[in-house]
């Protein structure tokens, strides 16, 4: 029985939006911009020639073999400093 309140009272509610105090030019400019947002741009033949360049340099990378850097630095004395090993070995 409550739920059905519920429902009766939401399908009686009326708004009190500051737009509805508006002119209907400035709502429609209003809500224009919020579906404006929500929808995808269109996108230019630059953008998407960026994603698929994109996509084929990760598909590159993923399918050479992994890379090993090893990077020693030495002291003036001939002694080892730092050694630095980046990837797999």
């Given at each position: 029985?409550?739920?059905?309140?519920?429902?009766?009272?939401?399908?009686?509610?009326?708004?009190?939006?500051s737009l509805l105090k508006q002119d209907m030019a400035a709502r429609n400019r209003?809500?224009?911009?919020?579906?404006?947002?929500?929808?995808?741009?269109?996108?230019?033949?630059?953008?998407?020639?960026?994603?698929?360049?994109?996509?084929?340099?990760?598909?590159?990378?993923?399918?050479?073999?992994?890379?090993?850097?090893?990077?020693?630095?030495?002291?003036?004395?001939?002694?080892?400093?730092?050694?630095?090993?980046?990837?797999?070995?």
């Open positions: 029985m409550s739920e059905r309140t519920a429902l009766t009272e939401l399908a009686n509610f009326v708004g009190r939006s209003v809500l224009a911009g919020i579906t404006g947002r929500m929808l995808p741009r269109k996108r230019s033949v630059g953008d998407l020639l960026g994603v698929v360049l994109t996509v084929l340099t990760r598909t590159r990378r993923m399918l050479q073999a992994p890379v090993s850097v090893d990077i020693d630095v030495f002291a003036p004395g001939g002694d080892r400093a730092i050694q630095i090993n980046l990837g797999e070995r």
